[in-house]
């Protein structure tokens, strides 16, 4: 195992570096974070759906879409090699994004793992059953293997048991739940047969906190908040009986009342408060007041009606993903199921009642076609990305069409030049197990010369750059995350983040 070697070096010294590299990340997710326009729902003149004229998009091919916003398509049967449901992202409650961004999974055993940066193909994952990213550990996820909960790393590609629930022939964990925000508690579901116990884990001290039996019941889903404060139990069936509708705890099992009756499709977020929240298509109450969402807050169950629209029908179904952990106060909608006002449309809605949304694509994909071909959206983190399945008017007519991100384009300022410079640089593989790093540039972009940093802002090694593909020799270096940093033909500087294991 390698070790990430600290050295000393002075105290101002040290506080100037950490300066320097906070800023330099300040400016990157600065540069990350940006929006479609904010738009009230009464002042949009929705048109009729219409399909897309031309062909779907290339692979890797950025097109600009009917907002304006950039569309990409991200896998391909011809480069991956298959048909099967490894072209597409897993569902809308399945966060696709590893922790910081750097990183995509896409569904399947093994997945796809790509580079977040590119959108590139970097290679196949044999993540275990229900693998869900960790919430802070960009190189982990967390899955199930029979009755046990592991601990996977995409890097190494190795499993670690971390607990083995032995009262039980397995456990199921099933990517519609959520770990806390901070990765401390997990709900799982132990099963003898049909018959079915609720577990809160606490993976941070290796804990069972509560356990709940329910028997045979129909239940969906079972998950905690993001918060870690509740656990929700989702029922199939409508109601507000012992087993129906949705059902909340506190997060050791006690304090059981029931949330809500309607179980339309939904995920749990969190509102502009910070407050745990379920966010939901529209029931018969809602809509009989032109409110098509809502959004119930779990301490108490007060529900905040969402996206009142009365010159028509509103969004009817499809999906909903609040996955966007780093931007509380927001959910991502896919429309898919009706022709309404909202059809089609992937948007993001505020959680505050006041029916602001940001349109970012129309996912164009036939869901007639099967439940693969449903468009699924589920934002990144800081939900500045939106990733949608799609067989673009039937375009692709495998099982299993590919997956696209909706994004809004990068908005121009001082940093333009690096950033145009910065798409011109391809730095792969990512992370990279052996040390050698490959650099290519795509021929309208000039680097001089490419310097390493450690993560504490040190210089380690300088290379020119003597052609337009190098291979950087790494394999020295402790284990860990550095900084490529490329000094260009006009003395810009463009930088990048690998990772050596």
Same mark, same amino acid.
């Given at each position: 195992?390698?070790?990430?070697?600290?050295?000393?070096?002075?105290?101002?010294?040290?506080?100037?570096?950490?300066?320097?590299?906070?800023?330099?990340?300040?400016?990157?997710?600065?540069?990350?974070?940006?929006? #479609?326009?904010?738009?009230?729902?009464?002042?949009?003149?929705?048109? &009729?759906?219409?399909?897309?004229?031309?062909?779907?998009?290339?692979?890797?091919?950025?097109?600009?879409?009917?907002?304006?916003?950039?569309?990409?398509?991200?896998?391909?049967?011809?480069?991956?090699?298959?048909?099967?449901?490894?072209?597409?992202?897993?569902?809308?409650?399945?966060?696709?994004?590893?922790?910081?961004?750097?990183?995509?999974?896409?569904?399947?055993? #093994?997945?796809?793992?790509?580079?977040?940066?590119?959108?590139?193909?970097?290679?196949?994952?044999?993540?275990?059953?229900?693998?869900?990213?960790?919430?802070?550990? #960009?190189?982990?996820?967390?899955?199930?293997?029979?009755?046990?909960?592991?601990?996977?790393?995409?890097?190494?590609?190795?499993? &670690?048991?971390?607990?083995?629930?032995?009262?039980?022939?397995?456990?199921?964990?099933?990517?519609?739940?959520?770990?806390?925000?901070?990765?401390?508690?997990?709900?799982?579901?132990?099963?003898?047969?049909?018959?079915?116990?609720?577990?809160?884990?606490?993976?941070?001290?290796?804990?069972?906190?509560?356990?709940?039996?329910?028997?045979?019941?129909?239940?969906?889903?079972?998950?905690?908040?993001?918060?870690?404060?509740?656990?929700?139990?989702?029922?199939?069936?409508?109601?507000?009986? =012992?087993? &129906?509708?949705?059902?909340?705890?506190?997060?050791?099992?006690?304090?059981?009342?029931?949330?809500?009756?309607?179980?339309?499709?939904?995920?749990?977020?969190?509102?502009?408060?910070?407050?745990?929240?379920?966010?939901?298509?529209?029931? #018969?109450?809602?809509?009989?007041?032109?409110?098509?969402?809502?959004?119930?807050?779990?301490?108490?169950?007060?529900?905040?009606?969402?996206?009142?629209?009365?010159?028509?029908?509103?969004?009817?179904?499809?999906?909903?993903?609040?996955?966007?952990?780093?931007?509380?106060?927001?959910?991502?909608?896919?429309?898919?199921?009706?022709?309404?006002?909202?059809?089609?449309?992937?948007?993001?809605?505020?959680?505050?009642?006041?029916?602001?949304?940001?349109?970012?694509?129309?996912?164009?994909?036939? =869901?007639?076609?099967?439940?693969?071909?449903?468009?699924?959206?589920?934002?990144?983190?800081?939900?500045?990305?939106?990733?949608?399945?799609?067989?673009?008017?039937?375009?692709?007519?495998?099982?299993?069409?590919?997956?696209?991100?909706?994004?809004?384009?990068?908005?121009?300022?001082?940093?333009?030049?690096?950033?145009?410079?910065?798409?011109?640089?391809?730095?792969?593989?990512?992370?990279?197990?052996?040390?050698?790093?490959?650099?290519?540039?795509?021929?309208?972009?000039?680097?001089?010369?490419?310097?390493?940093?450690?993560?504490?802002?040190?210089?380690?090694?300088?290379?020119?750059?003597?052609?337009?593909?190098?291979?950087?020799?790494?394999?020295?270096?402790?284990?860990?995350?550095?900084?490529?940093?490329?000094?260009?033909?006009?003395?810009?500087?463009?930088?990048?983040?690998?990772?050596?294991?």
């Amino acid at each position: 195992m390698k070790h990430l070697y600290v050295g000393k070096f002075s105290r101002s010294e040290g506080f100037q570096r950490i300066l320097f590299f906070y800023f330099l990340f300040l400016s990157f997710i600065l540069k990350a974070q940006n929006y #479609p326009e904010t738009i009230s729902l009464n002042a949009i003149d929705y048109n &009729q759906y219409q399909p897309p004229t031309g062909p779907a998009p290339d692979y890797l091919e950025v097109k600009t879409n009917e907002f304006g916003n950039e569309v990409i398509r991200i896998s391909d049967a011809a480069e991956f090699g298959t048909t099967g449901q490894n072209l597409r992202h897993h569902y809308s409650l399945d966060q696709p994004w590893n922790a910081d961004g750097s990183l995509i999974k896409l569904a399947g055993y #093994p997945a796809a793992i790509l580079d977040a940066e590119t959108n590139e193909f970097l290679y196949w994952a044999s993540i275990p059953s229900a693998a869900t990213w960790s919430n802070v550990n #960009p190189l982990t996820m967390y899955g199930t293997s029979g009755n046990r909960l592991v601990r996977y790393n995409v890097s190494t590609n190795n499993n &670690q048991i971390l607990h083995t629930f032995s009262g039980f022939s397995s456990i199921e964990y099933s990517n519609k739940g959520n770990m806390s925000n901070d990765d401390k508690y997990i709900g799982l579901i132990g099963e003898n047969g049909n018959n079915q116990t609720l577990i809160v884990y606490n993976i941070e001290i290796d804990q069972i906190v509560a356990t709940h039996y329910i028997g045979a019941s129909n239940m969906s889903w079972f998950s905690v908040s993001p918060s870690g404060q509740y656990a929700i139990m989702y029922f199939s069936e409508d109601g507000n009986g =012992e087993n &129906q509708g949705i059902k909340v705890f506190d997060i050791d099992l006690t304090n059981k009342r029931h949330l809500n009756d309607y179980t339309t499709h939904s995920d749990l977020g969190t509102n502009t408060d910070g407050e745990d929240v379920f966010v939901a298509f529209g029931d #018969p109450t809602t809509r009989n007041n032109d409110y098509y969402l809502k959004s119930v807050r779990l301490r108490d169950g007060m529900v905040t009606p969402l996206f009142h629209f009365t010159q028509s029908t509103g969004v009817w179904g499809g999906h909903i993903s609040c996955r966007n952990t780093d931007r509380p106060g927001w959910a991502y909608v896919s429309e898919g199921c009706c022709n309404t006002v909202g059809y089609k449309e992937i948007f993001a809605i505020k959680l505050d009642g006041s029916d602001m949304i940001e349109r970012f694509a129309v996912h164009h994909t036939d =869901e007639n076609a099967g439940y693969g071909h449903q468009a699924h959206a589920v934002p990144n983190r800081d939900g500045s990305q939106v990733m949608f399945a799609s067989n673009w008017a039937n375009s692709f007519t495998g099982a299993y069409p590919p997956s696209f991100i909706a994004r809004a384009p990068s908005t121009l300022g001082v940093e333009d030049n690096e950033a145009i410079a910065s798409n011109g640089i391809k730095v792969y593989p990512n992370p990279s197990r052996d040390g050698l790093v490959n650099v290519k540039l795509d021929g309208n972009i000039a680097v001089k010369s490419i310097q390493v940093y450690d993560m504490l802002g040190r210089a380690i090694q300088t290379q020119e750059m003597v052609a337009n593909n190098i291979t950087l020799n790494l394999s020295s270096l402790p284990q860990g995350v550095y900084l490529l940093a490329f000094k260009t033909e006009n003395n810009g500087s463009v930088t990048k983040r690998i990772i050596l294991n």
